[in-house]
């Protein structure tokens, strides 16, 4: 990859911590502000939060970030995002066909 030759090595455990990090300020900053509600970035920094955690019982000793951590970690974002988008897409579907008919 490109960006590996433009940023050197990056490591993974800083990365993921880093992304629970902006979740969980996002999360902070839009319930403090009053904007609306920040359960979309809890639900996505929970599973980050408890893979984490998890992550030295599948790597033991290493340093690294196992596959395991990636795909557990994700399961959960996924879910919620699929959600999301079918009640978007219960909503505009008809509306096209219609205009299309």
Same mark, same amino acid.
């Given at each position: ?11 993974? &455990? ?7 990090? %902006? &979740? ?6 839009? &319930?403090?502000?009053? %904007? ?28 690294? %970030? ?32 219609? %205009?299309?008919?």
């Amino acid at each position: 990859m490109i960006s590996q030759y433009l940023v050197g090595e990056v490591h993974e &455990q800083s990365v993921f911590t880093a992304l629970l990090l %902006i &979740q969980a300020f996002f999360a902070i900053t839009v &319930q403090l502000a009053g %904007i609306g509600s920040a359960a979309i970035f809890f639900l996505t920094a929970l599973p980050l939060f408890v893979v984490l955690v998890l992550n030295p019982l599948f790597v033991g000793s290493n340093k690294r %970030i196992s596959l395991w951590t990636y795909g557990l970690g994700q399961i959960l974002p996924s879910l919620s995002g699929s959600l999301l988008l079918l009640g978007v897409v219960e909503v505009f579907v008809p509306l096209v066909s219609r %205009i299309c008919l």
